[in-house]
């Protein structure tokens, strides 16, 4: 399951590449095509996908790692775009049943473009207001076991030591006082070089994995290497009427902090969000 996932949302018309589409997200923060111009400082905001029949996950091959390189980096942006767009009608339907229109092929490949820069400047140190940025990644071999999944893997797979992977879940893990258009976590007091917070943001599982366990080992693999960075305080948002979402965090850990403001969800076009917060400091918890 995707901890983004659970809202049915309207399709819109695909736009032409040079049009930034008007969808109503599920967000996580924070995509930069909503009301505004691109800025490629900011995360994701994501729509929920439909459910879908599942695959059986092999839990022996599952690999959930920081990435390592940016051909895997690239392929985790993919599943993202796959994951938070849905495109209108049957002519123009973002589940990959008509790959040969030019137009989805230029918008897919903008957006993916567009996603991967940004995410390389934030972990790469270029966008000053992010301290220390990762990737981490859910990824399978390509193998027998996805052979029903044939989109899935010709969106998603990257090639390592001479072995082709898919990524098959992914969220990002930002050392940072705050995300744009976000809610902002209280803990720690202070926004100096030594802040010890981080959130969790554009957590997505492919919908053929979806309630296989593949979010809570994604949010498990983050709280780890947040401790490794010496964070104490967690953060994530997720949506108020996201059940599955919230479910997911609270087994990971997370509890209520803060709600947003509904007319600040109106404004930005999205349901409202909580702010969760887990405190690393206490292992017992976890």
């Known amino acids: 399951m995707a901890a983004t996932a659970a809202l049915s949302t309207p399709s819109v018309h695909l736009p032409f590449p040079d049009q930034p589409p008007n969808i109503h997200r599920n967000y996580m923060p924070c995509h930069p ?12 905001r994501s729509i929920s996908t439909s459910s879908c029949e599942t695959l059986t996950l092999d839990r022996t091959a599952l690999s959930v790692e920081e990435f390592a390189s940016d051909d895997e980096l690239s392929a985790a942006v993919r599943l993202r775009v796959r994951s938070f767009y849905q495109f209108g009608d049957s002519t123009y339907a973002f589940d990959g049943s008509n790959l040969s229109d030019p137009i989805l092929i230029d918008h897919k490949r903008y957006l993916t473009e567009r996603e991967f820069e940004a995410l390389k400047d934030r972990i790469a140190g270029r966008r000053k207001e992010f301290k220390m940025v990762t990737c981490i990644n859910a990824t399978l071999p390509l193998s027998g076991s996805l052979s029903s999944a044939s989109d899935l893997c010709s969106v998603c797979k990257y090639s390592v ?10 969220l990002d893990l930002n050392q940072c006082s705050r995300l744009a258009d976000e809610i902002i976590g209280k803990r720690p007091e202070g926004t100096g070089a030594d802040l ?31 401790r490794e960075w010496g964070i104490t305080d967690l953060y994530v948002h997720v949506a108020v009427d996201n059940e599955a979402a919230r479910k997911l965090y609270m087994k990971s850990g997370f509890v209520y902090e803060n709600e947003e403001p509904a007319w600040q ?22």
């Open 33 to 44: 095509l909503l009301h505004r111009k691109i800025n490629r400082g900011r995360p994701f």
């Open 265 to 286: 969800a109106r404004f930005l076009g999205r349901p409202r969000r909580y702010l969760l917060w887990a405190d690393l400091t206490q292992t017992d918890n976890f």
């Open 196 to 226: 010890t917070r981080a959130y969790i943001c554009n957590v997505c599982v492919a919908k053929e994995l979806h309630r296989n366990g593949v979010g809570y080992a994604l949010l498990v693999k983050s709280i780890k290497v947040a």
């Open 161 to 170: 030591d001479g072995e082709d992977r898919v990524v098959v879940g992914t």
